[in-house]
């Protein structure tokens, strides 16, 4: 039956469901009345061209039933402009967080180079830091076990320098030439398109048993730096070494680190697992909230200075970017610190078209000869050409220097300058103002000799695939040695091809022997498989203490979170006692509820809650605590949420202050108090708990390899 369509062309109603007159309104989205719902001094809507919009919610008809118009031009531009709003993701580092905020110099390197950025001491540069994961999707979750990105972009007053790093100091692959391989190789398998965001699957492996080149990265990513705890936790290296050059042109190398205000400090494997079911955006949201309460993330940016004549003497070769130069050799001298403490305004704008690239060094600072950072210096501007669809990308603002510059380059998609006068090249004698290459305050690069013979070579510097791997391995504290092994055998544990595992197995024998022999039995192989013939034999360097997570975390609450259960009946006494201490310490306290609309306390009083028990599982917090009454402790032990709460905090190796009606959830999960556990009332038993992670504890939740 043909309806009648009111003379406004909204949906019919029929007179029992006449909307009131401010739904009517909303309905026909008139914009002018629309505004004044709102109270607000809102603009009128226009389409790009400037036209005003009088309806956003109708599309022009031919008549209230009939069909729609091309002459629409309004719902034409809107739905075109939406059709075009996603760019190319990044082919890896497609996932990430970003904020602004600034580099502050406290010591100058004015010996060592003329970047003005590394010799003014107090000068606040801008920097832009955007965090990443490797392998997933933009779409993809945050905690995976994944190497880090950690690209910092500072707009300093001599142009551009972008710090492409990583949150660990070397790298899989040698040569440039491999990294389409590599990429490839721990991406989704390409007839399946799976598994997303990790390499626990066939095709990396097989990769990694073909190269042994990527065995001492290998150990770095089973070792916990691949799943921190929070961005604002994480490391970051510079990786390659670069080159300063002073007034003299004079050449020091370099290696750049940054060490977190907080500590270094990551999760355990299983956490990681649950947090990606919790919060697909822990570590995003964990940046915005940090900003948010001021409470600004910041990293200390220490440099390592060698000469050509220190490196000579190193056992291995510092231009491969598969080796890092123990601080032990070469120490960290700190030289500033960056501090975030802004949140993009945009995602899409900032965020997602920041376009890095480690080529852009400011005059002062010059590459190495190391064959990895040769083959980026080519591809990250190439990159941006697809991704961001044209050479005029450096123009959007994210990615503009915030210094005058001035060049003959012209033209080309999306060009938003409009240069004045007839001279678009050089050398010109038409005009006295055109832009000229200056001797002074030009980038110049270093004048290094070259008797080398021209071929597709890998230097036998490079051969050494173990000793490195070996000294991280045996560096590390023997709890994260266990996580270590226990990683490499959940993930070859998902890899199906039996002489894949095989093969890998058969390289770590060079790495340790016993750490062969542990991944073999997680694995169940019944004899350790051949090893491969090295090119090198294996050294045994100095072990370097430094490279442990564990030993060097902070024992602080500073940045860490609390989360209390409390639930109708608490003691409301208890609760603000305890968040009193704990805010003290600098923590940050949340309030867990069955309800999210809170708890009725004891006295009456209504205490709203921060999330509710089945959406905020204890992952998402370093420590726990609960007031809760006798009775609701009884009820809350028939919930699965709510033990499985202290179950996981405990396996997580969390402390946990549960008062006496909390006791019971505690038996319904099988757990059996240790130091760890404390009561709420012992606030400052439950601080010192709560600094660091009950590592003696492990053993008792779980088999490690
Ligand atoms: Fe890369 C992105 C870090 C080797 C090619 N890389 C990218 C990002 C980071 C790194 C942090 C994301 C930047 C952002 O947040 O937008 N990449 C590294 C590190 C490497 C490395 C630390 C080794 C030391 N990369 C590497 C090689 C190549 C590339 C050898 C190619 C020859 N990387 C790219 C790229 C990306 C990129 C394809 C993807 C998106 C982008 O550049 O803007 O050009």
Known sequence: MARTPTSRGAAPKSPSATPSSTQADT?????????????GKHPVLTTQQGIPVADNQNSLRSSPRGPGLLEDFILREKITHFDHERIPERIVHARGSAAHGFFELTHSLKRYTTAKVLTEIGVQTPVFTRFSTVAGGAGSVDTPRDVRGFAVKFYTPEGNWDLV??????????????????????KMEPDRGFPQAASAHDTFWDFVSLMPETMHMVMWQM??????????TMEGFGIHSFRLLN????????????????????????????LQAADNDFHRRDLFESIEAGDFPEWELSVQLFTEEDAERFPFDHLDPTKLIPEELVPLQPIGRM???????????????????????PPGID?????????RLFSYLDTQLSRLGGPNFAQIPINAPKCPFHNMQRDGHMQMQVPKGRVNYEPSSLQSDTPRASQAQGFRHFAQADDGVKGRVRPESFADHYSQARMFFRSQSPLEQAHLASALVFELSKVTTVHVREAVVGHLQHVDADLAQRVANGLGMQALPPAPQTAEPVQDLALSPALRIIDRMKPTLQGRCIGILVADGSNGTSVANLRKALEKVGASVKIVSPKVGGALLKDGTLLPADGQLAGTPSVVFDAVASVLSPDMGAALAKEAAAVDWFRD????????????????ILAAGGIEPDTGVVDPADAQGFIAAAQTRQWDREPKVRTLA
């Open 27 to 39: 309905y026909r989205g008139n914009a002018g009345e629309l505004q004044q719902q709102a109270g």
């Open 165 to 186: 790093g990583n949150n660990i100091p070397v790298f899989f692959i040698q040569d440039a030439m491999k990294f389409p391989d590599l990429v490839h190789a721990v």
């Open 223 to 232: 070792s916990d730096r691949t799943i921190p705890r929070s961005l604002r």
């Open 247 to 274: 007034a003299a042109g004079e050449s020091t190398f370099v290696k750049f680190h940054w060490r977190p205000k907080l500590g270094i400090q990551s999760t355990v494997w299983d956490e990681a697992l649950k």
């Open 339 to 361: 501090v975030l403490n802004r949140w993009p305004d945009n995602f899409f704008a900032e965020t997602e078209q920041v376009a890095y690239c480690p080529a852009n060094v």
């Open 367 to 375: 590459f190495s000869n190391d064959p990895l950072l040769q083959g």
């Open 649 to 664: 905090a405990f396996g997580h190796l969390k402390a946990i202050a549960a008062c006496k009606g909390t006791r019971a």
